[in-house]
């Protein structure tokens, strides 16, 4: 089944703590991106990636950092989160194929104290 | 100006009828348009995706794109209670296809039985 899963989905942290939010995909996909949702903001872009090794900053990137090292993999790192973090988090990955879907993850709901 | 704008709604209409959902943007040299439906809680998915000016239709979804005007839409006819979600527009900014997509704040449509 094609899918992309994000670990962990719940999360509650102080601020200050280092966290990760892993991302991983089964289709083989080049692009993948990092999204944050907010009431009346919508979904915003953080980074994406078009392949390995290839990363780009989105709308809103201050805060984060993100890898690819592997393919299916794209990790979202938060090395100091902030109350303003606060937000529902999807991962999303898709061919470059322009007639081709957009695959988003389950969504990773983040508390930061 | 934002470069992705929808009216947020809620917009309602009574189930059978024509739901009209707009979009306009500000890059002219976009050359891909999507539309996601997300239900509460859930994430996005895709409905349908358009490139060409002119009408594109599936089911019961018409997406229309005037690049002239910068403006994209979405019908559905004989709206249905299960339609009920936010609907999100998302284009692709720029004129090659790049990882980079902007989505506006999505419309919530309400339809009634």
């Known amino acids: 089944e094609a899918q992309v899963t994000q670990n962990p989905r719940y999360l509650i942290t102080v601020t200050g703590k280092k966290l990760t939010v892993t991302c991983s995909q089964n289709m083989n996909h080049e692009y993948m991106s990092w999204y944050r949702q907010d009431p009346g903001l919508g979904l915003r872009q953080i980074y994406y990636s078009m392949n390995v090794e290839v990363t780009d900053k989105g709308d809103v990137p201050e805060g984060y950092k993100v890898s690819r090292k592997e393919k299916r993999n794209f990790p979202l790192i938060l090395e100091s989160p902030s109350p303003n973090q606060t937000s529902l988090y999807f991962c999303a990955s898709r061919s470059p194929d322009t007639s081709d879907t957009q695959y988003f993850g389950p969504g990773t709901r983040l508390t930061v104290l | 100006q934002k470069e992705v704008e929808q009216n947020s709604g809620p917009l309602s209409v009574p189930e059978g009828a024509i739901a009209s959902l707009n979009c306009t943007y500000s890059d002219r040299g976009s050359q891909s348009f999507f539309w996601y439906r997300q239900y509460s809680g859930k994430s996005p998915e895709l409905i349908m995706f358009?490139?060409?000016?002119g009408d594109k239709e599936d089911g019961r979804f018409t997406a229309q794109l005037n690049k002239a005007s910068q403006y994209v839409s979405l019908l559905i006819r004989d709206s249905q209670p299960s339609d009920s979600a936010t609907y999100l527009c998302a284009v692709n900014i720029g004129s090659s296809n790049t990882g980079k997509l902007i989505f506006g704040q999505g419309t919530t449509l309400q339809v009634k039985p």
């Open positions: 358009i490139y060409s000016n």
